[in-house]
């Protein structure tokens, strides 16, 4: 059993790919309660509801919003580990998410303070359709990397 | 499949309109065919909208008069149900059935409304059962089918309902056993009187507040005489009941409430200068009861242009005063209207002026068109919770940051209204502009605490809104405020293939509180046919439906990405769908730049697009102006933004009553509508140039004197005034002509233009060229050139 840094490495992104899951998790649970509004629709034209709507969809924006630094900067450190162990088959794998992540924080709406996650915006349904499938294709993506760096901590941990 | 030729405009002219004289020719269009010879056409004619342009030979494009509307393909009997294009309009009036044809076809589909429009013939039901569909919820309109007279079936659902019985006995024509006879399944557009079940609260008064600005640069405007005058003059007519309340709140670096309790001598003023917390000095009567407390509010009035004459303040905190109209008003909901004059400079919410002059003519991209802070938009979703719209009103000669104070208005249904270098001395049309917008602005309709949903059929889905409100849900709208100047875009999309359908219907529903406290249901419903080929696609589109819901998504566009991003989608719709045109529709290729004639006047839309202040580059620009535009390409309904992006151009020295109309015994004469180029501009004539929010009649230098002082009332060319705005009002034959001529055109619009009268050397000949799409400017292409590009781009 050779104690590698590279075994290091995978033990710890396990971990941490486990937490990224949760979050996605999250998030694919925060969209849904996006979309569900009040199922009456005699309620939903109820003036006083309109401030809880109002500040349920500004909550759940504000929950997103919170989810996403955390989650690019989880997925910027295990490609900077991979770099380090000179795993370069996984870190080629990750790249491609990483580059997204980069595009997706720096072509953000530049208004004022928020990261993404507009609460003005996030109901037209394009948006949120798109939002949806990415963290759905986030979510197979990480299930696949869990399972795929489980195999390489055993490799590396059996391997000399 | 039916295959009715179209070209014609909409069937019926509304009533009081008869044609006199020769009737000008429009697009001649082909007689309608019955359903039954339909099948024996055998496309061997094509309709008069798919006829082939060839844009770079043919010149006079233009209708003679108004574009009229396409008419959609419905057999007869159900187009004569089919809601009006004034209200309810989509871009492509035969809908594609699956979403690659959509795709294909390279053009937008979206549908463009002005639900809450003055109406003059509108049927209101009052009945204890509404009939909806279980499932879907959709109210029961023209377009149902009865299996029998116990049931019907949903256009939207297709769902099978019971029809209850109350329904089956109709009160107009006292039968029974015809449900569809009953006035909601006769017209279109209907206004039911709620019942109990929709109001789970009791509903809220008219609440009205005024903020005003009364630092010392919004006293040296002077616009408060205008607005305490406009007030005292139309107290009366504020829409509402007994229960009306109001209220008043001035600002400059202090916040002033004024305390309007019945049984007072004379209204009493709180100062609040704490504007880091602010409260509400007393709880109640700062906003008061109109009826009881008149006689204090008409001494406000009067007395509040001279309160503030001495001042000396130069602060403005705009942040803090929005947010105590917004305590103010939470208990009830209602609408706050502030008056601005310049940048907020203190509190919450200031801002810096950001604006670079350098940059107003910049080819590239422009800056600063998001908003600086969120504290505009998050107040507006407050205000947007508790049933508050705010208006507002922009005066100011500087730069005010209007893309951060904008937010206030957009997203709780509010309307932007903007008078750039507004002085009560210095720019006497402004002030002309001011009091005829407020006096509309105080008396017209007004819904409140409203939502609006839009439903459509199974298998088409709205993914995007456009216009000032806040979406809480996929298709329900929230508006607190709701007024008939103000248009709605959504974008759809086809999510399943529309087979074994022939039609598809679309309804809006806008549930309203009235001024009177009555809650209210208005519907439109319209119904569209479904096409497989690409070819009734092209006949069925509405160019300009497709230009305005285009202008919509560039303002997006150029809001998240760039202002150039925007500009280059713009074209490539063009170029897209010309090419789909050229490559799948026609049959003979031949050369030139060939478009349908129902999109023969698309490039020149576009163009115009281009060339419009939202959109244009190289030339110097406010960026308030810019802005300004872009809110008005969101807000306005269609009807009111055409002429603001394609300006009309008549020439007026020679009317005539050849092929006038005739309205309530005036005639009004109906000029033909000519090329925005210089060259048709003559120095012999005068002419008249309608661009939405200004009129311009400029006189050539050779203009004929009989109508110099017929209508004008001068002798000759040199004694025209250099800044005319108003016409004299004499006997002669051509000044009675020209003056209904011009009361119509006013008449089509809930704003006032302001007439500017140009001599070649005026001041305003700029602006008044800038209007002339089809000519070349050192920053612009003219219209042949466009072409040009467009052809090259074509057959790349």
Not at chain 2, 219 to 226: F, R, S
Not at chain 2, 725 to 733: N, Q, Y
Request: proline residues 7%; aromatic residues 10%.
């Amino acid at each position: 059993m050779a104690f590698t840094f590279a075994a290091f490495c995978y033990m710890l992104t396990l971990v941490l790919c486990a937490a990224l899951i949760f979050f996605v998790i999250w998030q694919i649970i925060a969209f849904d309660e996006l979309c569900t509004d009040f199922k009456n629709p005699i309620d939903q034209s109820n003036p006083t509801r309109a401030r809880e709507r109002i500040l349920n969809v500004e909550r759940i924006c504000n929950l997103l919003r919170r989810l996403v630094v955390p989650e690019y900067s989880i997925h910027g450190l295990f490609c900077l580990m991979f770099m380090c162990a000179g795993e370069w088959v996984t870190l080629g794998l990750n790249i491609p998410l990483l580059l997204y992540h980069l595009w997706r924080y720096f072509h953000r709406p530049a208004d004022g303070s928020e990261v993404m996650y507009d609460p003005v915006s996030i109901m037209n349904a394009d948006i949120l359709n798109y939002c949806q499938k990415e963290s759905w294709c986030k979510l197979g993506f990480y299930l696949l990397s869990f399972f795929y760096y489980l195999y390489s901590m055993v490799y590396a941990l059996v391997s000399f | 499949m039916l295959h009715l030729p179209m070209g014609h405009s909409y069937p019926s002219l509304p009533p009081g309109y008869q044609k006199m004289g020769i009737p000008p020719s429009p697009l001649a269009g082909p007689v309608q065919l019955t359903p039954s010879m339909a099948g024996l056409s055998l496309q061997s004619q094509t309709p008069e909208a798919l006829r082939v342009v060839n844009l770079l030979q043919e010149r006079n494009i233009l209708p003679h008069g108004a574009v009229p509307p396409p008419t959609p393909c419905l057999p007869q009997d159900l187009q004569k149900f089919n809601c009006s294009p004034e209200v309810f309009r989509c871009t492509l009036t035969s809908i594609p059935q699956t979403q690659s044809l959509l795709n294909k076809a390279k053009l937008p589909l979206g549908l463009l409304l002005h639900p809450f429009k003055d109406l003059s013939q509108l049927p209101v039901v009052t009945s204890s059962t509404i009939v909806r569909c279980r499932t879907c919820r959709t109210y029961i309109n023209p377009f149902v089918t009865f299996l029998d007279q116990k049931r019907w079936k949903c256009n939207l659902c297709y769902r099978v309902n019971d029809v209850p019985e109350e329904f089956m006995y109709n009160p107009v024509t006292r039968s029974y056993g015809e449900p569809h006879k009953r006035p909601e399944v006769q017209s279109p557009t209907i206004e039911f009187i709620a019942p109990s079940e929709y109001m789970l609260r009791p509903p809220q008064p008219a609440v009205y507040l005024f903020v005003l600005d009364v630092s010392h640069n919004a006293v040296e405007t002077g616009y408060l005489d205008v607005v305490c005058q406009s007030l005292l003059d139309n107290l009366n007519s504020l829409p509402g009941d007994a229960r009306t309340k109001i209220g008043f709140i001035t600002f400059d670096s202090t916040i002033h409430f004024y305390n309007l309790q019945e049984g007072l001598s004379q209204p009493q003023m709180l100062v609040v200068s704490d504007i880091e917390d602010i409260f509400i000095p007393t709880p109640d009567s700062l906003l008061v009861n109109l009826s009881e407390c008149k006689e204090l509010v008409q001494d406000l009035l009067k007395a509040l242009p001279q309160m503030f004459n001495k001042t000396m303040e130069t602060h403005s905190a705009l942040g803090p005063a929005l947010q105590a109209a917004y305590k103010l008003l939470s208990p009830t909901g209602g609408r706050a209207s502030v008056f601005q004059t310049q940048l907020p400079t203190l509190g919450a919410g200031a801002l810096k002026s950001r604006e670079d002059p350098n940059q107003r003519a910049s080819a590239k991209d422009i800056q600063h068109l998001t908003p600086a802070t969120d504290f505009y938009k998050k107040l507006a979703l407050d205000c947007s919770g508790q049933q508050v719209a705010v208006d507002l009103f922009l005066l100011s000669g500087q730069y005010c940051d209007l893309a951060s104070l904008g937010c206030i208005s957009r997203f709780s249904a509010g309307s932007v209204y903007y008078y750039p270098s507004y002085h009560h001395q210095h720019n006497p049309s402004q002030v002309e502009r001011f009091q005829k917008d407020l006096k509309r602005y105080l008396t017209r309709k007004i819904g409140f605490e409203a939502v609006m949903r839009i439903r459509c059929t199974k298998g088409l889905s709205i993914h995007t809104f456009h216009g000032n409100f806040f979406v809480r849900s996929t298709d329900l709208l929230s508006l607190p405020n709701v007024n008939p100047d103000a248009g709605f875009a959504v974008q759809m999309s086809i999510e399943e293939n529309l087979l074994d359908m022939q039609m598809v219907s679309f309804q809006a529903a806008l549930l309203y509180t009235s001024s009177k406290g009555e809650r209210r249901i208005r519907v439109h419903t319209m119904c569209l046919p479904v096409v497989n080929s690409l070819s009734d696609i092209f006949a069925g589109a509405d160019v300009q439906a497709i230009t305005g819901l285009l202008a919509s998504m560039a303002v997006d566009r150029s809001v998240t990405a760039s202002l150039c991003d925007a500009r280059d989608a713009l074209t490539n719709a063009v170029i897209d769908s010309l090419a789909t045109y050229r490559s799948s529709v026609l049959t003979i290729q031949q050369a030139g730049l060939l478009a349908p004639s129902c999109l023969r006047l698309f490039p020149l839309y576009i163009l115009a697009l281009l060339k419009q202040k939202a959109f244009r580059t190289g030339t110097s620009t406010r960026l308030d102006d810019r802005v300004f535009a872009m809110y008005q390409l969101k807000y306005q309904p269609l009807s009111y933004l055409m002429p603001m992006i394609h300006p009309v151009l008549y020439r007026v020295d020679d009317l005539t009553d050849e092929g006038a109309l005739n309205i309530n015994d005036r005639t009004i004469p109906q000029p033909r509508v000519l090329q925005l180029s210089v060259e048709k501009l003559s120095r012999e004539g005068a002419f008249l140039m309608d661009a939405g929010l200004v009129i311009f009649l400029w006189i050539g230098r050779n203009c004929s004197s009989s109508f110099l002082s017929q209508v004008l009332g001068v002798p000759n060319y040199s004694a025209v005034p250099q800044n005319m705005t108003r016409l004299p009002e004499l006997d002669t034959a051509e000044s009675v002509r020209f003056r209904a001529f011009i009361g119509w055109l006013r008449e089509q619009r809930p704003f006032y233009p302001v007439l500017h009268v140009i001599r070649e050397e005026s001041q305003l000949k700029p602006s008044f060229m800038q209007n002339m799409i089809e000519d070349r400017t050192e920053s612009a292409l003219s219209y042949y050139e466009f072409l040009l590009h467009l052809q090259q781009q074509i057959s790349k």
